[in-house]
């Protein structure tokens, strides 16, 4: 394994905005795993950095080795130990640590972990860090151990982790939520929002009913929260009583809903629900969103009568926020479940404010969930995948082109053709070696007639 290059290990090691994750070990190793955490460390200049992982059994080591590197530098640690994606770049910010380091692969198999880096302010690496880590391990360029580095590890990890829960409920109405006395259903995949979760819905008052909530490494469902993948907790959560379900991936940084009526809703509507926590008459008439490219169109339709208007920036968080911070705007996120919001300490996707927001919405209105989406507009959406191997994406979108008459065309991150009503993306993922093709529709029959051409068109 010694032989091959750290950073190239073909589709076992995915190198992008999204972090640095592979399989263990023919994607990360012993060879390459204290390489990235060097490369790392060695551009961080503060004092003190903040890690956190998922429950995944390869996380342990790694989180050990990347430890052991910041501390020959020099560098306070502070672990918190199992926890949401979001906490850590919370307490990267409220702390002033000059980085973090997330330990998880998300929605990935277990048998993938990631480095996601953090750097000042609590924000992941951009583009433009992520090349700069990487030019660092093409020349050599780490820090030298020190002989007496005067560092330590810190784990008082229930103080810190309160600071992540401070700044999500100035942003709603906790009496109101209290008052409410939700009972809530809590999967959390036996990963990161395992105990975080539970807890930060207690602070809200809500009684919580725990369904995979033990991080002892293994998922007991597919760890992508789709509604495929949550059949049985919708219907244990039906069972349950519960007013509400909240649902996770393995980092808790994405959020599905489970309704009383509908089971487990689409991810696309986590956003649009959360946004209307902070559309009130007296939330002005001005203002920006911004969404990636593969988000759905339901968003706009709810803050279109607020005044706002939204915008739209490549896939992944980094670009989502990089955006937002460049437009100045009052909300963000992404329709995989991930909502953003500027004024809380994660500025990123936040499985806990999407929680506060949906909750401060039902408290405020006085309803329930299918309530709320009962006036909501219907996603007609479809989600396909390509193995991206032996696939030329130049020629795959050249047949798009040619084929589909689009009314306006966008090649800032892959192909989307936008039609009158409705639209597709294609592009590479990420966060795994495919291609995804993503289309929406304002109704199940447009969405089919576009889905069954996009496929014939891919097919040829």
Known sequence: MSNLSPINRGKNLMISVSGIRGTIPDGLDLNNIPI???AFSSIISNKQVVIGKDSRPSGLFIESILTGILLSHGKNVISLGIVPTPTVKAVVNATKSGGGVMISASHNPIEWNAFKFIGKNGLFFNQSEMNQLLENIKDNRFAAPIYNPDSKIIEDNEKYIRLHFESVLKRVD??????????????AVNGGGSIVIPAFLESLGCTVIRHN?????????????????????AKRM?????????????????LVLISKKRGAISEELTLPLSIQSILTKKSGKSGKVIINLSSSFVTEDIIHPFGLKLLRSKVGEANVVEKMIREGAVFGGEGNGGVIDPKINSFGRDSLSGIAHVLNVLARERRDLDS?????????????????????KTELFQKLKDNFNAKKLDETDGLRLEFDSSWIHVRSSNTEPIIR??????????????VEKTKEILNK
Do not use: W, Y
Request: some cysteine; glycine content about 6%; hydrophobic content about 40%.
């Open 174 to 187: 906790v009496p109101t939520i209290r008052k409410r006395k939700f009972k809530v259903f809590v999967d």
């Open 238 to 254: 039906k069972s349950s009583g519960a007013d509400i379900g909240f649902a996770l991936d393995p980092d808790a940084d994405r």
């Open 437 to 450: 093709v993503i289309a929406e529709a304002r109704t199940k029959n447009d969405l089919n007639r576009i």
């Open 36 to 38: 990235f955490a060097q």
């Open 213 to 233: 909530c033990a991080p002892d490494g293994k998922f007991p469902r597919p760890p992508e929260p789709t509604p495929k993948a949550l059949l049985g907790s």
């Open 372 to 392: 709320v989406l009962d006036l909501m507009p219907e996603v007609f959406m479809e989600k396909m995948t390509l193995p991206a191997e032996g696939k030329s």
